[in-house]
């Protein structure tokens, strides 16, 4: 059995950079967990507009409101498998603002071939990804459809009002890093957020994720 990005991913995943290869097969099967300790060079915001946006994902971790340089960060990522039974990432990111801790909270699952990442404290927001592999070996990854669940309330999230997201992730043999660089594009108002960051990894034996970095509510739908 394979991780959940290498299910989704296919061919193309054996043309990540081998750490690369290292760091998303994070799962059961392998029974190994990430954690990561670096540095946001920065994280910036789009308008001041942006700004109630970014606080109301605030609330509930799926969003931070802060800018700043040279930024603290932890990420961990744990397998494990969820109440209903489906094979769990977590990929909870720790930032140390100007003496305030801010948290984004992700947790992906493998639905139909692709994966799905659910944001937030309680999974509130399901977004599809698109992997795919650039020509040095670097992980692209962009949001696609997003999904509203609250309760009863279900709602595909009109893109009017949210923004889709290009991560890039690659590993530099000069510095024996990792590299993260983040934009969030709104189709009609343009930038929203993004950051740029570098960390290295370790790795630890684990087939469970500690209950502080799961989510406070498992979301059956995708």
């Known amino acids: 059995m394979t991780s959940i990005f290498e299910q989704a991913m296919g061919a193309d995943f054996a043309r990540l950079h081998p750490m690369l290869q290292r760091r998303f097969s994070v799962g059961l099967d392998r029974g190994e967990a990430c954690i990561g300790h670096g540095v946001m060079t920065q994280i910036r915001r789009g308008p001041w507009w942006t700004v109630p946006f970014l606080q109301i994902g605030r609330l509930r971790n799926i969003l931070i409101p802060d800018t700043g340089i040279n930024v603290p960060f932890v990420i961990e990522n744990y397998p494990y498998r969820d109440p209903l039974g489906r094979e769990t990432v977590t990929f909870v990111r720790e930032y140390t603002v100007r003496d305030h801790r801010r948290r984004f909270d992700a947790t992906m699952v493998l639905d139909a071939g ?90 630890t034996p684990a087939t469970d994720a500690p209950d502080r970095l799961k989510p406070k509510r498992h979301e059956t739908r995708t």
């Open 114 to 203: 692709r994966i799905v990442d659910y944001l937030g404290t309680h999974q509130h927001l399901a977004v599809d990804l698109d992997l795919t592999v650039d020509d040095t070996g670097a992980l692209i990854l962009t949001s696609d459809a997003q999904r509203f669940y609250e309760g009863p309330i279900a709602f595909r999230f009109p893109m009017l009002f949210s923004g889709r997201a290009r991560l890039r992730e690659s590993f530099d043999e000069r510095d024996r890093m990792f590299h993260v660089d983040l934009e969030v594009h709104n189709k009609r108002f343009g930038f929203l957020f993004g950051y740029k960051g570098s960390f290295t990894c370790d790795w």
